[in-house]
C-alpha cells in the first residue's frame, strides 16, 4: 500500500470518528434511560474536554510527524548537495589546445591537445557537434578515448565550417557519473581567404547525470 493510499484511509477513518462520535454520544449519553448522578451537561463538559485533549493530542503527534518529515528532507537534500559538491571538486576537467589543422574535400581536420586538469580520469570521451539552428546533435568522434588526471592525448576529427561551430564533450569519470563539456571554435579568416581556429571557448564540465540516476533510469527501461 502506497502513501497516498494510506493517506486516504487515514482521512476517511478521521472523517468517519468525527461523524459518529456526535450521534454516539447522543444515543448512548444524552438520550438512554439509565439513571445517573451526573447531568448531561456534566457528561457534555468532560465529553468536550475529553475529546478536546485527544484531538489536541493527535494535533501534536500530527505536527511532530511533519516536522520530522520536513527534516528528514532537508536532509537528504543537504546530503545531495554535498554529494554533488563533493563530485564537482573530483570532476575530470579538460582543456583545449589547437595544434594543428588542414582543410580538405570534407571541411577542416583539426588536431587537438586536450588536457585533464581534474583528479579523475576522463573516461569514454566522445564528441558531439551541436547545430543551433536545426536543434540538433551527432557524434563525430566516438573512440572510447581515455585522459587520465594530468594527462594530455592528442586527437583529430573533421568539423564541417558552415555546419557548426560548437561542439560537446561528453566522457565519464572512473566511478560513472557522467559529464558534458561545451567548445566554441572562434574562427578568423586567413590570408588565402580560408576559415580557420583562432581560439576557443569552453566551458565547465556540467555534471548530467550520476552513477546511480543512470543505473535507476537503464533499470526503468528494462522493466518496461
Known sequence: MNRIKRNVILVLIIAVIVILTPLALHLFIFENTYLSKVSNDGWAGFFGGYIGAIIGALATI???KLELNY????RKIEAEEKYKEEIKNLRPYLC???TNYFTNQHGLNLTLDIKNVGFH???DMSIHKINLDKNESGPIYNKH???GAGETRQINFCIDLEETEFYQFKFDDIRGDS???DIQIVYKTAKNGLKVP???STSEPELVETKEEKEKRIS???TL
Open 145 to 147: 578515448t581515455v585522459i
Open 71 to 74: 527534516n528528514q528532507k532537508q
Open 121 to 123: 580520469a576522463a573516461c
Open 96 to 98: 583545449f589546445y589547437e
Open 198 to 200: 583562432e581560439y576557443f
Open 62 to 64: 500530527v505536527a511532530i
Open 179 to 181: 559529464y558534458k563539456q
Open 220 to 222: 526503468s527501461i528494462r
